[in-house]
């Protein structure tokens, strides 16, 4: 049987990992035992994804991204060049904590920029949008802005990525979608 996934061939595919249909691995990628990956991914050059770690569909990482053991990312995760995810609080090197990894979920629809850090044990809600060069130290809230070091919030954006102006009785239209959304208790919902 023909597998239903495109792999660079010098990229290393460990087994028992599970690869869905129209999945893209590029160049130089290294997939580890026991990983699930969903259909149609984009997985760029250089990308180290550990043992264990799970994508959801259509999850796209820019080059030059390791997703260590811990992380899972939802469907829609957009991932970009040269961020980080951590897995341990306190590395030593010479002290071992493969016991101590931290899970970070990164759930549907999040962006993340490139060379942003996410330091684990932080989930990223639904549509949130991590600045480039960002460095996440606490849980970001479904549509969330952030920005900056450490990364604090500075407003909140639309499931097709535009920023969200929301008006005095706390709505805002995207301008591409057209879409509404509500800003009450600061949680942001769509119409």
Request: proline content about 4%.
């Amino acid at each position: 049987m023909e597998k239903e996934f495109t792999a660079h061939e010098t990229a290393v595919i460990d087994s028992g990992c599970k690869i869905g249909k129209g999945t893209k691995i590029w160049h130089f990628t290294h997939i580890m035992p026991d990983c699930v990956i969903g259909t149609n991914c984009n997985i760029g050059q250089n990308v180290v994804v550990l043992p264990g770690v799970i994508l959801g569909n259509n999850v796209k990482i820019q080059n030059n991204v390791s997703v260590y053991t811990g992380v899972i990312c939802e469907d829609d995760v957009f991932l970009g060049p040269s961020m980080v995810f951590t897995n341990v609080v306190n590395p030593r090197s010479a002290i071992i904590r493969k016991d101590q990894y931290k899970k970070t979920i990164v759930k549907k629809g999040a962006t993340i920029g490139a060379n942003a850090t996410i330091v684990c044990g932080h989930d990223i809600g639904e549509y949130a949008f991590i600045g480039a060069g960002a460095v996440v130290t606490k849980s970001v809230p479904p549509y969330a802005l952030v920005v900056g070091n450490p990364a604090r919030q500075v407003g909140w954006m639309s499931e097709f990525g535009h920023r969200l102006h929301f008006d005095d009785k706390g709505q805002a239209e995207c301008p591409e979608s057209k879409e509404v959304y509500t800003l009450i208790n600061n949680q942001v919902s769509k119409k």
